[in-house]
């Protein structure tokens, strides 16, 4: 009898580590006693994102940190493998191969999509020869199969080479060589995921993430006996756990329902590889590497059937494009020529209304993205059909269920969730599986948040529900435990000064560390300022102050407060935006630094600027040229001056004779990802011919900190490394502005409970203050942890609505939060609110302005 196989498949955490390899080599082994396993893996984490930086870079010039960061990379896995020369040949050549063909990019300053297919498969090349090494040290029969031979990509020939080569498609036909044959004798076969090759023998990729795509292809063309995926989270979810953690495992599904959850939003599995397992009747299962004999969820054909609302999910950067046409009223075959646009240029279109004079689409594949050629050429086909709009970035919030129409009743409250929202579109999908409904990007995670609550929250029971998010990484090694919160050893004094009442406590010693901490890492920053509007207790300017940093301002009241505080020794920089002319006078009065936002307030108060030295604000984000005919573009927000448009202001600079010798650019905040400071720096720096009197580059703030379970913590010293790679800003002051980053996590809120109701089944936990002490939820549905301080370390009980004492529907602290059972007079501590948290507060329903002390 023939021995059936299974196919394991590895993403690229769970190929990272030598630890991973010993789990993947124990699965196989296992697997091995009943089965043939066929194994595909990912590339080793990050490569195939650096892979496609180091394309961007050879095309600008040159590639070779990128390079010299993927050799260390992959040689630093080598050595915790124990690998030998032998085994290192083939990536050692790979990588040979792979700065050869980037120096030709860096030639040419071009990279065709076929030669960007070809550099990024070298993640997965090497991964598998890595693994290779690994498993036969771990004693297994195992040979290294190339994926290119057996997955044979289809395409016309219109197809554009961006889809051909980047997303490509591979039918599920077994190929002339098959995966049978291929595996010869061994018991283990490793092979690549995310690669195929097209007809003509060029290596063709499946789409970011399409690993999981190969291994259903395999599974499929093998007749596997299952389909394993492992990853690093458990399975699909009912929503995103990072949005809200008491997100619910679902532990069995549909192969409809999971495909229609990954292509609206959830990013576990790629959306592509339903289809085979489902042809084939394969059962597919996700499961957790670091947490192996923990719940997984399990996608079949047969399953559950009575309606439900199973997941709340949402996409971001969905392009949505209207069209407005009078010609469209009772014409005939109007539609398939809209659509024939679009077909023609190679672009899928997902949702779908229409009126009797618009249609309204958005787009899920646009080859070469919105600059690309062939959506300007499909802009242009359809501005002779009538007038076009394009938001470039929208997001989809989708309701996925089965037989989502008959929950139609229930969802009745959940709609006031949209009210005040933007809604682009609506649309239901034709298989009842979805309600979808495209709102402005920020409005999204609320969005889900409320949605979820009504819809999952509250610890509903089903057979398909498994544990939630928190409760499924507290134990595991999944996330990093975090050190215990410096409020847990102040617990007492905490308690103490909460039996007053409502208030704010800010522990300085945490302030002072977390400054500390980034005057330590980043080295080459000659100034910082703190953000004061963060937090502007006084002595938390006196601690900032006291360890050399200056103080943003926004306001003339802020440089009075600061100067009022600090004295006037302490540098002081001034950004105000749309700010009344006169508050300018008075900054340059109080000896602070200003920074301009636009040439307007030079020709509003031409005697308050002339003569004078000055900083400038830049905004990146615009005028990156195809966006002209994009209506929302970055250009929607209010701050900074248009990148291409420094001519206006520097024409009004030499009228004054105001010298410009400060650029400066905020990118957003909350920012976790470590190279958003560099990029901000090299557009800078770029600009430097431009301005002679340029002595200082500031970077603006923007460092994030961890505010949900889950969230990885901003590397500085990977900030510190993407800096030191950046050109052409010698002699120049870096500065820096973080607010956020030394403020947030000193700072609690600590709220007495009033009254625990249940209502409607739902319960709530009533706090003596809500929006009008703590803003940030109800304004941008900001997370921010809540715990039972008096019944610290009792076990989660109760799953509750927090809400505060406003009058308003939306005031609500956190949905679903799980609690110890709580009763009135308890004080709950609401976490990492020492920033934008006392500063915002009101006054509303008069309660006053809840007070603020600070510890240490
Ligand atoms: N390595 C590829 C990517 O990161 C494919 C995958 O991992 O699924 O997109
Ligand atoms: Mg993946």
């Not at 989708?398 to 005040?420: C, D, N, Q, W, Y």
Request: with cysteine; aromatic share 6%.
């Amino acid at each position: 009898m023939t021995v059936p196989w299974v196919v394991l498949k590895y993403g690229g955490t769970s190929v990272a580590t030598p630890e991973r390899w010993a789990a993947i080599a124990d699965r196989v082994a296992a697997c091995a006693t009943t089965h043939r396993v066929w194994l595909v893996v990912s590339a080793v984490s990050q490569v195939s994102n650096r892979l496609e930086r180091a394309l961007d870079e050879a095309v600008a010039g040159d590639a070779s940190t990128s390079v010299a960061w993927l050799t260390e990379r992959h040689e630093a896995l080598a050595d915790g493998l124990g690998l030998d020369a032998a085994d290192r040949a083939p990536v050692r050549a790979l990588l040979d191969e792979l700065a050869t063909l980037l120096r030709g990019v860096a030639l040419t300053a071009e990279a065709s999509p076929r030669l960007r297919a070809r550099v990024l498969s070298f993640g997965e090349l090497a991964s598998t020869w890595l693994g290779l090494g690994a498993l036969r040290r771990a004693g297994l029969d195992v040979t290294r199969v190339d994926a290119r031979r057996l997955l044979r990509a289809e395409a016309g020939p219109a197809t554009p080479d961006a889809t051909r080569y980047l997303e490509a498609r591979v039918p599920t036909r077994t190929a002339p060589d098959g995966p049978a044959a291929a595996a010869g004798a061994a018991r283990v076969v490793i092979t690549q995921g995310f690669i195929a090759s097209t007809a003509d023998g060029h290596t063709a990729l499946l789409g970011r993430g399409g690993s999981d795509t190969s291994a259903a292809l395999f599974a499929a063309l093998l007749g596997a006996d299952r389909c394993e995926i492992w990853t690093d989270v458990h399975g699909l979810f009912t929503t995103d756990p990072r949005l809200l953690p008491s997100a619910r495992l679902l532990t069995r599904l549909r192969y409809r329902e999971a495909e229609e959850l990954a292509a609206l939003g959830a990013k576990v599995l790629h959306p592509r590889c339903l289809g085979p397992v489902a042809q084939a009747r394969v059962p597919l299962e996700v499961r957790n590497t670091a947490d192996p004999q923990g719940p997984s969820t399990r996608i079949e054909a047969d399953g559950d059937d009575e309606p439900a609302v199973l997941a709340v999910v949402h996409r971001q950067g969905v392009p949505l494009v209207s069209l407005h046409t009078l010609s469209m009223w009772g014409q005939p075959g109007y539609l398939s020529r809209l659509f024939g646009v679009f077909a023609t240029h190679g672009i899928s279109v997902d949702l779908v209304a229409t009126s009797q004079a618009a249609l309204t689409v958005t787009l899920d594949h646009v080859p070469g993205g919105l600059g690309g050629p062939a959506f300007q050429a499909a802009l242009a086909d359809l501005e002779a059909l009538g007038t076009v709009t394009v938001r470039p970035a929208c997001a989809v919030v989708s309701m996925v269920g089965r037989h989502i129409r008959t929950v139609l009743p229930r969802l009745g409250g959940s709609f006031a969730a949209f009210e005040e929202r933007g809604v682009h579109l609506v649309s239901a999908s034709s298989e009842d599986l979805n309600l979808s409904f495209v709102v402005d990007a920020d409005d999204a995670p609320r969005l889900v948040r409320d949605l979820h609550a009504h819809l999952l929250g509250g610890g509903v029971q089903a057979p398909w529900l498994g544990p939630s998010w928190s409760e499924l990484t507290t134990p595991t090694e999944a996330v990093p435990a975090r050190p215990s919160p410096w409020w847990v050893a102040r617990r007492d004094a905490l308690l103490s000064l909460a039996a007053d009442g409502p208030v704010w406590v800010q522990d300085l010693a945490v302030v002072r560390e977390r400054a500390r901490a980034l005057v330590t890492a980043l080295p080459q920053i000659g100034a910082r300022f703190y953000a004061m509007k963060a937090n502007d207790h006084p002595d938390v300017l006196r601690a900032v102050v006291d360890l050399g940093f200056g103080l943003e301002c926004v306001s003339a009241a802020e440089v009075a407060h600061a100067r009022a505080t600090c004295g006037d020794a302490v540098p002081l920089l001034f950004t105000p935006n749309f700010c009344p002319v006169e508050e300018y006078a008075a900054a340059f009065a109080a000896g602070a630094e200003v920074v301009l936002d636009g040439p307007d307030v030079l020709h509003q108060a031409p005697a308050t600027f002339r003569g004078r030295a000055v900083g400038l604000r830049l905004d990146p984000g615009g005028g990156q040229g195809h966006h002209a005919k994009v209506t929302t573009a970055g250009a929607r927000t209010k701050f900074g001056h248009p990148i291409d448009d420094v001519d206006r202001v520097l024409d009004a600079a030499r009228a004054l004779d105001v010298r410009i010798v400060g650029l400066h650019a905020h990118v957003g905040s909350g920012i976790l990802e470590p190279t958003a400071w560099s990029r901000t720096a090299r557009t800078l720096a770029g600009l430097r011919a431009r301005f002679p009197d340029l002595r200082w580059v500031d970077l603006g703030g923007g460092l994030g900190v961890v505010e949900r379970p889950g969230q990885v913590a901003l590397d500085l010293d990977a900030v510190a490394v993407a800096l030191r790679g950046v050109e052409g800003l010698d002699g120049l002051e870096l500065r820096i502005e973080p607010g956020r980053y030394l403020v947030s996590e000193g700072g609690v809120l600590l709220l007495p409970v009033t009254q625990v109701r249940d209502k409607g089944g739902v319960t709530f936990v009533g706090a003596a203050a809500g929006m009008d002490a703590l803003l940030r939820p109800a304004l941008y549905g900001a997370w921010h942890g809540i715990h039972n301080l008096s019944r610290w370390g009792e076990p989660p009980t109760i799953v509750a609505e927090v809400v505060g004492p406003i009058c308003e529907t939306g005031d609500v602290l956190g949905h679903d939060r799980v609690l110890p059972i709580t009763a009135p007079g308890d004080v709950l501590l609401v976490e990492n609110t020492g920033a934008y948290g006392h500063v915002m507060g009101s006054h509303y329903n008069r309660r006053g302005v809840v007070r603020q002390v600070t510890l240490g």
